[in-house]
């Protein structure tokens, strides 16, 4: 099941780079979250935050606090524990480029040491069916490499790779922005299946992309959060003047 | 004057057309050139070894030692096993700690002082003569043991693997997207994970490489060997006692006044060769299959 996130007066830098400023809001659990803004805004930096992937650069630095159900991910657990309880999908798709498609799904319990071979089968099985990917490599599992797969095919490997340590969170940035409509278009569905599983975040540059899958959607600019509210509101009736320039395509 | 003016636009594009025909025929021929060129010298080589020294291997060669001057006969079967054993201890101390070091360059001391250092080191390191690399070993191992052994003459080698292989290491690991390593971290894996399971793996045939080139290189080198291995006509398979090696008999041989000897010489330096290209080849196969699989 998924967790909801409370993030308060979250700052992040690069160098000497304010990009996100006293960030503020709570993600709902089990519903997808979608953040848009125009690009530089501060977007991918803040899902960053929330897997402590962030501070994976040298010059990076994050304040502030970011609550996971009963877990604050700055104080209570190192990068490596929180990741394991949140999940990343990238914006291009990266499988590990050596591996056959079962061991890109397998890796992240492989990689930590798990290795009952039954039960590895099964989580595989079970991920590559949850991602949509099953029927189309179930004869190839060992066989083919994950890179052999089309763009969207291996986007969905990779979010199989994500569900394989069962996470509570999955973070997306930007899914789908490398990736053709048919390929999108299943993404997207995934989306929606998942999260009743899952809690969502999902970084889009795809206005309607966002109206289409998300229940709250988030408008960043210039390394604030300007308005957070329902999908619904923000495209319908948005609250603050910026929100309506930046949907109905006056900037950004 | 209108119809001039495009009959002069046709010619100027009908001489431009030429042009760049004969611009890329000449760079294609250059380039075929100078693939021929490097190909040249090695295929020369090798077929003047196979004139000068294929008639002189027999059985005899690869199972007798060396005979007196004037008993004719003999062969180097002393000389090939110490070869071997040299570069057993050499790559034992040369992969590892190469590619330790390169590792360490590329995932954990990036942007370090002490890295910057390291990298220098092991640059200057490169161009060392071969025959100070022997001096050190000489005066590391030999001096304090009061005597020769094969040990040392590993060692030299060993040490003037370190360069290369901690070098492409380095580069090859650099050239993994950081888009796989980030997809390691975001799984939840550990940072030396994510570094030996997945970066390592992903760069392994650039590595390979790495170490065949530094391998190959040390094994025909002669210089380290003179005041470390010293050589040895008889059979000896202690590390401790000094060691035959191929350059080291084809050396002597060469330089000696008998025939017979020159004759073993050039047979020795193409089973040198012959040697070096059987093991590039066999870690290829090998590494091809079997654990790294997928690898290259």
Same mark, same amino acid.
């Given at each position: ?252 | ?71 004719? $006969?003999?062969?180097? #079967?002393? @000389?090939? +096993?110490?070869?071997? /054993?040299?570069?057993? =201890?050499?790559?034992? !101390? %040369? ?114 490489? $790495?170490?065949?080139? #530094?391998? @190959?290189? +040390?094994?025909?080198? /002669?210089?380290?060997? =003179?005041?470390?291995? !010293? %050589? ?65």
């Amino acid at each position: 099941m998924g967790v909801g996130i409370e993030v308060a007066n979250l700052n992040a830098w690069y160098g000497t780079n304010h990009t996100l400023q006293d960030i503020t809001l709570n993600i709902p659990a089990n519903h997808a979250t979608a953040l848009i803004g125009p690009s530089g805004c501060g977007k991918s930096t803040f899902v960053r935050c929330l897997n402590r992937m962030h501070e994976t650069n040298p010059i990076a630095r994050v304040t502030g606090t970011v609550r996971m159900g009963d877990l604050d991910i700055y104080q209570g657990a190192t990068p490596v524990e929180v990741r394991r309880r949140v999940g990343m999908v990238f914006q291009r798709p990266n499988p590990f480029p050596t591996m056959s498609i079962y061991d890109n799904v397998a890796a992240g319990l492989k990689l930590n040491g798990y290795s009952n071979r039954k039960s590895l089968d099964e989580v595989v099985e079970k991920s590559l069916k949850n991602s949509a990917l099953w029927d189309e490599v179930k004869d190839e599992l060992k066989k083919k490499s994950g890179a052999s797969l089309s763009g969207g095919q291996q986007q969905r490997l990779c979010i199989a790779r994500a569900l394989a340590v069962d996470p509570e969170v999955l973070l997306m940035d930007e899914p789908a922005s490398a990736l053709d409509p048919v390929s999108t278009s299943k993404i997207e569905d995934l989306i929606f299946q998942l999260k009743s599983q899952y809690t969502i975040v999902i970084v889009t540059h795809n206005m309607q992309q966002a109206a289409r899958v998300a229940e709250k959607t988030g408008f960043f600019l210039n390394g604030r959060m300007v308005e957070f509210d329902s999908t619904h509101k923000i495209f319908t009736n948005p609250s603050d003047k910026r929100t309506e320039d930046y949907i109905t395509g006056r900037f950004g | 004057m209108k119809k001039g003016t495009e009959e002069s636009v046709q010619e100027e594009f009908q001489l431009r057309t030429r042009l760049r025909w004969l611009v890329d025929k000449a760079a294609t021929s250059l380039a075929v050139l100078s693939t021929l060129l490097v190909i040249l010298p090695l295929v020369a080589i090798f077929i003047y070894l196979i004139i000068q020294g294929a008639h002189s291997l027999n059985l005899a060669f690869f199972t007798q030692i060396p005979k007196p001057v004037g008993e004719v $006969g003999g062969g180097m #079967a002393n @000389a090939i +096993v110490g070869s071997v /054993t040299l570069l057993v =201890i050499a790559s034992l !101390l %040369g992969v590892p700690i190469g590619i330790g070091g390169g590792i360490y360059l590329a995932e954990f001391g990036r942007g370090t002082k002490f890295a910057n250092g390291v990298r220098f080191t092991a640059d200057v390191l490169n161009g060392v003569p071969s025959i100070v690399m022997g001096l050190a070993a000489y005066a590391l191992i030999v001096v304090p043991q009061h005597h020769f052994s094969a040990l040392a003459g590993g060692v030299a080698l060993g040490i003037m693997m370190i360069p290369t292989i901690c070098r492409t290491t380095e580069e090859m690991l650099l050239m993994v997207p950081h888009a796989v390593r980030e997809a390691a971290l975001g799984l939840g894996v550990p940072n030396w994970r994510s570094v030996l399971s997945i970066t390592v793996k992903t760069a392994s045939p650039g590595i390979i490489t $790495g170490c065949m080139l #530094a391998f @190959a290189r +040390v094994a025909g080198e /002669t210089a380290p060997l =003179i005041f470390t291995a !010293l %050589g040895n006509d008889y059979w000896s398979t202690s590390l401790n006692q000094p060691i035959a090696a191929l350059p080291l008999q084809i050396y002597v041989y060469a330089l000696s006044p008998y025939d017979d000897w020159h004759r073993l010489a050039w047979a020795g330096s193409l089973v040198l060769i012959v040697l070096i290209v059987l093991a590039v080849s066999l870690v290829r196969f090998v590494t091809s299959r079997g654990v790294l699989k997928g690898a290259s």
